[in-house]
């Protein structure tokens, strides 16, 4: 049995064209082209327990998309999506609980306060135990050397240790599954 | 359940562990409630100076009503405009994103983030006001009024949760609706007055803008001026209404395009 499986996976979006300056924009008020652009087109494939996939391709070729489908947060338009016996889109908490989601252009960590305390917000949403919360989370920092930073307002740390905590965050339930999206934005070459 | 209010009890604790980061901003905040709840006092000394009743209200009911509306006003304001305001950008912004992937219901997730703790203290002007109009009406009220009152409370908060929310899911399918809170702002105007509409007007706004009612129904429950009937239907609604939102929310979802990355 596989851990993912993907079958015809197709999404759409829908938008439209402006045309240059003041004049488009009005014109744009009365009259909007719409166009679809197949951001995912009738993908299929499978994924075993175990397995590091990555995906790679040109700006717009929808990797992101898919990951977004993959991790619940968007309906795919057409396809299926099996993952650990899941449909995604239904967002199960069951299913939700086992996976672990980091975008790299969205922040989990709350900026205006230090990663530690949204670490403690984290195990009580994923129901994490206290003994386990404490064993992982040392685990961790000390993996990604991280021990004086997770008590300084997020707001302050540079990009990279602040995806560092990221990381951190989206691990600390051990999740089945790991979905990453430029993860890599801003981490120097050891952490790589 | 349980596990619902330990994350209630532990964003309510971020919230406030965020403002405090900001020493002055937090300490102005509280002045700016200050300010805001000194103004409206003075707002109904003015108003009830030059009007002794209102259809069937006197100057003592009038009273009670005002105080009402101020205590429902920071429930919203401590409660329900913090959070639920921001669905408008967090889907714009696709920050939804990470609530989405959390392992419990969305829509209590958004709606617990933050505590405007500074918009609290103005309930106690409320409770204040309601035992002023009290006093000097000489009335005395049996504990089932009481009872009633605080139900209806409830409901009031449940009406004007559920109405926030619905307008600002209008984002899942336009592009930005930045305004459209301001909707509520201005029928919440409404709710300082009475039941002074007749006929189908008063079901027709009990249907359209509930809101309209959310101080006149309990206020009227504690003084037993309220018809028993459109309080039971004023109870029914705010259920419905809450019904209404998670169906809004739920489709809202459905359509949700995500943003940049």
């Known amino acids: ?6 079958k015809n996976l197709t999404k759409e979006f829908r938008y439209y ?3 240059e300056g003041f004049r488009g924009s009005v014109k744009n008020m009365f009259k909007r082209k719409k166009l679809v652009k197949k951001a995912v087109n009738d993908i299929s494939f499978e994924i075993q327990e175990g397995e590091f996939i990555g995906f790679i391709g040109p700006n717009g070729a929808g990797k992101t998309t898919t990951i977004k489908m993959l991790s619940g947060i968007l309906t795919p338009t057409s396809g299926e999506i099996s993952a650990l016996g899941f449909t995604p889109s239904k967002r199960d908490p069951k299913y939700l609980s086992q996976i672990g989601v980091v975008l790299g252009q969205k922040n989990q960590i709350n900026p205006d306060l230090p990663p530690a305390e949204t670490f403690l917000l984290f195990k009580e949403i994923y129901g994490i135990p206290e003994k386990e919360f404490k064993r992982k989370l040392a685990e961790l ?3 990604l050397d991280v021990k004086d930073i997770v008590n300084v307002q997020a707001r302050r740390l540079s990009l990279g240790q602040r995806m560092k905590c990221e990381l951190i965050a989206a691990l600390l339930h051990s999740p089945k599954i790991l979905f990453l999206d430029e993860p890599t934005i801003g981490l120097d070459v050891t952490s790589q | 359940m349980n596990k619902y209010f330990k994350v209630m009890y532990a964003s309510a604790k971020m919230s406030l562990m965020r403002e405090m980061e900001y020493r002055a901003d937090f300490v102005m905040f509280f002045l700016q ?3 805001f709840v000194f103004f409206n006092l003075l707002f109904y000394k003015v108003i009830l100076g030059n009007i002794n009743s209102m259809g069937d209200w006197n100057y003592p009911d009038m009273v009670v009503l005002f105080g009402t509306y101020t205590i429902i006003d920071s429930i919203f304001m401590t409660f329900v405009l913090t959070n639920v305001s921001r669905i408008e950008s967090y889907v714009r912004k696709g920050t939804l994103d990470s609530f989405l992937v959390k392992p419990l219901d969305s829509q209590f997730l958004i709606s617990t983030q933050n505590v405007n703790l500074p918009q609290l203290p103005a309930i106690v002007f409320g409770v204040a006001i309601v035992c002023y109009g009290f006093r000097i ?12 009152y605080l139900l209806f409370i409830l409901s009031s908060a449940v009406i ?11 984002i899942f399918v336009i592009d930005k609706a930045e305004e459209l809170t301001e909707i509520i702002f201005s029928v919440k105007q409404f709710a300082k007055f009475p039941d002074i509409y007749s006929g189908y007007i008063r079901y027709v706004l009990m249907f359209m803008a509930p809101i309209v009612f959310s101080s006149f129904v309990p206020a009227g429950a504690l003084l037993g001026k309220v018809n028993t009937k459109f309080a039971l239907y004023y109870f029914i609604i705010s259920i419905l209404s809450l019904v209404v939102a998670r169906v809004v929310w739920k489709n809202g979802l459905k359509r949700y395009k995500s943003a940049g990355g």
């Open chain 1, 1 to 6: 049995m596989a851990f993912i499986t993907i």
């Open chain 2, 33 to 35: 409630t200050a300010t």
């Open chain 2, 160 to 170: 004007i949760y559920a109405m926030t929310v619905v307008l600002n899911c209008v």
């Open chain 2, 137 to 148: 009406g000489h009335y005395n009220i049996p504990t089932l009024n009481v009872l009633l």
């Open chain 1, 141 to 143: 920092v000390k993996l």
């Open chain 1, 17 to 19: 064209k402006k045309q």
